[in-house]
């Protein structure tokens, strides 16, 4: 529940928030199949009706009307909710409210729109309701846990000049690991977010990496001159070419930021950056693609994540007593030649099976 805040005289103000559904968590193989672990989401019908209710975050305004200190249970009015899921980033809210916004109510008399609240008052107050419920009730009962859900930065401005947010940076590749002539054209993406008013001055995006030994490998600048308020944005930037960054594994850093001194208050939120790590064989080294990188010479079980996420031993991906097909997609960047490809097996099946290889 936030404190009492002064809108009064004002037309527009902007509610904003981060939020992260169920946390960041490594999720197992079929998690959900005995667990229902984190915020269970809405079930629809393919007429989009609601099959199960699922769990759900309510934005409640305090009614005009009550008081700015200790306002009743009943006097709050649900504005919006967010429904359950599961996210790996941060998620931002923005709810953009003027005289009009979130105060309309079509009511039962047909084509009939009354007004029912002005919010623009001195003491406005927001809060935060969970809704959430047990799941664990039908045979074989699943396992719940306490739906949690993660809220950061809540904040109500007046929009009166851009206030930009740099949400995340990151260099794009699904390998672990990736041959020279193919780590010319890494993709670079940062997304923006535009917390306030439309941007009317342009202003300059600027992107580094920096290596493991802390050198810059990569140094790009961008000028954004559009950017809607409440709106959010991916910009691509050029891409790198990482073939003669380093060689072998290694971490590396990826920073993005409005590179303008002053051309926003809010500081800390014009910059972020992300670790990840980079594995490219230099002359002489193996070049190849990997998903799942278990060295020249792998050894039993290295490079294996499956055991650990179906929890059997010498499992692999593939097939378990029968036959089948497996396909995995390696996308080229540009023009090049690929030889083979190397498979490693589990322990679960020794047999000397007859295995054919397509591309």
């Known amino acids: 529940m936030s404190f009492p805040i002064n809108l009064l005289g004002q037309t527009r103000a902007n509610l904003m928030f981060d939020f992260m559904r169920s946390g960041r968590i490594p999720y197992p193989w079929l998690f959900d199949g005995d667990v229902m672990q984190g915020a269970e989401h809405t079930v629809l019908n393919i007429g989009g009706n609601v099959v199960r209710p699922g769990d759900s975050m309510i934005i409640e305004f305090k009614k005009p009307n009550e008081p700015g200190c200790n306002p009743s249970s009943s006097g709050w009015t649900p504005i919006v909710g967010i429904t359950g899921g599961h996210d790996f980033e941060w998620k931002k809210f923005h709810l953009g409210m003027t005289t009009t916004t979130a105060t309309l109510q079509v009511t039962d008399e047909p084509a009939v729109i009354k007004p029912i609240a002005n919010y623009f008052t001195a003491d406005f107050r927001f809060r935060f309701r969970l809704k959430a419920k047990y799941d664990g009730l039908f045979p074989p009962p699943p396992a719940d846990d306490d739906d949690p859900w993660f809220v ?69 600048s961008l000028t954004v001159s559009q950017l809607g308020a409440g709106r959010d944005s991916v910009i691509k930037l050029p891409n790198w070419n990482a073939q003669l960054a380093a060689a072998g594994t290694g971490t590396y850093i990826v920073h993005g930021w409005i590179d303008q001194p002053g051309y926003q208050a809010e500081a800390p939120i014009m910059g972020t950056y992300t670790k990840f790590a980079l594995n490219v064989d230099g002359p002489g080294g193996v070049q190849e693609f990997a998903y799942d990188n278990a060295g020249i010479n792998p050894g039993p079980g290295a490079g294996n994540d499956i055991p650990g996420l179906v929890l059997t031993t010498g499992a692999g991906l593939g097939f378990n007593n029968n036959s089948g097909t497996y396909a995995v997609k390696f996308q080229l960047s540009q023009k090049d030649t690929v030889y083979g490809v190397r498979v490693y097996f589990g322990n679960a099946n020794q047999s000397g099976d007859d295995i054919l290889s397509r591309s």
């Open 152 to 220: 950061d930065n809540p904040t109500v401005i007046v929009p009166r000049k851009p206030e930009l947010e740099v949400m995340w940076v990151r260099v794009v590749s699904p390998y672990t690991k990736v041959p020279a002539s193919e780590a010319v054209t890494l993709p670079v993406y940062v997304k923006m977010k535009n917390n306030s008013t439309d941007v009317a001055i342009p202003f300059p995006l600027r992107i580094q990496i920096l290596d493991p030994n802390g050198q810059t490998v990569y140094w790009q």
